[in-house]
């Protein structure tokens, strides 16, 4: 029996830079929902098209989830949550085009976006807060608590890393034994389930961040006892 | 399942671009056409106001002239009800004097109706009660009451004024009139002539060429005619005098 690679490959360097397949892979995804959007959007017209409807209840269906939210910056999180959301649900669903992997299997990849996350918590949080103000609500309600924030923190950064690429990978597994084991028509329904699984896990992963986000913007002694 | 420090960088990159990328080409532009949208939208819906207002204003303007108009409508109804009014009251009064002129008119011709005809009645009374007494006096008519009317003639003969006589006498010297005419309606006496013609002759002092004749008209009594002159002591012309005179009185009352 031939050993399966599961897990993602490194298929080359350059230089020291190793170019694993799933990076190559969320090249693709973002070179093609780019090109796609550019397409798609150079013919704007006041009267929409059945695309340009699409396009807008995609966008809009986005930014009423942020704007719900964060009803004061909506308009500068919105892209990036966007961005999580449109990225992670292509990313997770190219799996079922036969050759391609999803790259959320891959544990760089779900840290790097996780990191990504932590680092815009704290870059939206500051730039509506100030430096000052962002920061000391890690000292609130008493400094004695602020290990406690910083733990949290880092596991909820964690958290978010490990849960899409503990899902993913499990899916994704599951369906290769499944194919190993039983043939080739046996995954089918756990195909099916992986498509709702996808798609649930990228909503998860960006409503995660969007909270997270909304609670660091939200977070100052002015916005404490405002709602949201 | 090691985490590949270059894929997480190149991640964290491709990420990034990812983000300025759909930004750039999807999150902008979209927004942006819905916001032009909105925009639209809300000019459409501010013009829509505009002229929801506009046509406010003119259904104000056109109920204030609709009042106007019904007010103007009323007072010209009005008008018009006091000008029928006072026509009304002109045309009956026109009405009313015709009809008292009419009514008066009327009330004269009864009147004239009624006089002519109790005229007419009295005048059938009168040509009734003449017929009556003529035929009474037919009756009783008759050489005894001839000779008692001839002998009354001869005493008005004998009584009458001397302006009479001078009249008679006057009549007489007429030449075409020197004769005198006696009727009667029963033949006379000739003593009873004779008296008669002596007396006449001797008071005017003519003589006079007698004719004597028979008229039964006169019913009972005598007529003498001298020229122009008529003396009469008889029934029928009395009669006729009578029923002449009344009628006379009639006429003139």
Partial sequence: MEQIDFFARVLGHIGPVAISDSLLTSVLVTGLLAAVSAVLTRRRTALPDRVQVVLEGIVSACENAVRDVIPTAYREVTPFIMSLWLFLATANLISLIPGFDSPTRDLSVTSALAVLVFFSVHWFGIRHQGIRSYLKHYLTPNPILLPFHLIGEITRTLALAIRLFGNMMSMELIGLLLLVIGGLFVPVPILLLHIVEGLVQAYIFGILALVYIAGGIQSGPQQENSSP | ?253
Avoid at chain 2, 115 to 128: F, G, I, T
Avoid at chain 2, 163 to 187: D, Q
Wanted: aromatic letters at 6%; charged letters at 35%; a negative charge.
């Fill in chain 2, 1 to 253: 399942m090691d985490l590949n420090p270059s894929t997480f960088v190149l991640e964290v990159v491709n990420f990034l671009i990812l983000v300025w990328l759909l930004k750039r080409f999807l999150y902008q532009p979209v927004s942006a056409a819905i916001d032009e949208r909105r925009r639209q939208i809300a000019r459409t819906v501010d013009e829509a106001h505009d002229t929801q207002a506009a046509a406010e204003a003119l259904r104000m303007q056109y109920e204030s002239r609709l009042a106007d108009w019904e007010t103007e409508k009323r007072q010209a109804r009005e008008t018009f009800k006091r000008e029928l009014e006072a026509e009304r009251q002109r045309a009956l009064g026109e009405l009313e004097k015709a009809l008292d002129a009419e009514r008066e008119k009327a009330q004269v011709l009864i009147e004239r109706q009624r006089r002519d005809m109790e005229s007419d009645l009295e005048r059938e009374a009168l040509r009734l009660s003449r017929q009556f007494a003529a035929r009474f006096l037919e009756r009783l008519a008759g050489p005894e009451m001839e000779a008692a009317l001839l002998r009354m003639f001869g005493e008005d003969l004998a009584a009458m004024d001397p302006e009479h006589w001078l009249a008679l006498t006057r009549a007489l010297e007429e030449p075409e009139r020197a004769e005198a005419e006696i009727a009667s309606a029963f033949p006379l006496k000739p003593e009873s002539c004779a008296g008669l013609t002596r007396m006449i002759e001797n008071r005017t002092g003519r003589t006079i060429a007698w004719r004597f004749r028979e008229d039964p008209a006169l019913i009972c009594g005598i007529r003498l005619r001298a020229g122009h002159l008529v003396l009469a002591a008889n029934v029928g012309e009395e009669l006729k005098f009578f029923a002449d005179g009344a009628e006379n009185s009639l006429g003139g009352g």
